[in-house]
C-alpha cells in the first residue's frame, strides 16, 4: 500500500516562494506519474502540474512560468517550487500518484497554502 505525505505548506506572501514536498512509501511501478492538484474552498479540485515517470511535465495554465514541478526518483518524492505566488493560488494542495497498469491512484491528506495580499 502507498502512502502520500505532502509538506511545506503555510502562509505566504504575494510574490513569495514556497516549495511543497510528497513523499511517497513503497514503490509505485513504472510507467507512472505524480501530480499536484488543488482545492479551493467552494470550487472544484483541479490539476496543477504532473511529472510522469519519463519525467514528462504539464502544467495548468494558471501556473506556467511559475511552478515548476520535479521528482527525485531515488527518494520518492515530487516537489512543487511555487514562485510569485498569487492570492488566487490559495487552496489545499493534494500530492497524487498514479499507476497506470493496473490503473491506480493514490492521493495525500493534503497541504494548506495560503498566500496573503
Known amino acids: 500500500q502507498v502512502q502520500l505525505v505532502e509538506s511545506g505548506g503555510g502562509l505566504v506572501q504575494a510574490g513569495g516562494s514556497l516549495r511543497l514536498s510528497c513523499a511517497a512509501s513503497g514503490t509505485i511501478s513504472s510507467p507512472n506519474s505524480m501530480a499536484w492538484y488543488r482545492q479551493a474552498p467552494g470550487k472544484q479540485r483541479e490539476m496543477v502540474a504532473v511529472i510522469t515517470s519519463g519525467a514528462s511535465t504539464n502544467y495548468a495554465e494558471s501556473v506556467k512560468g511559475r511552478f515548476t514541478i520535479s521528482r527525485d526518483n531515488g527518494k520518492n518524492t515530487v516537489y512543487l517550487q511555487m514562485n510569485n505566488v498569487k492570492p488566487e493560488d490559495t487552496a489545499v494542495y493534494y500530492c497524487?500518484?498514479?499507476?497506470?497498469?493496473?490503473?491506480?491512484?493514490?492521493w495525500g491528506q493534503g497541504t494548506q497554502v495560503t498566500v496573503s495580499s
Open positions: 497524487n500518484a498514479r499507476r497506470y497498469f493496473p490503473s491506480t491512484y493514490y
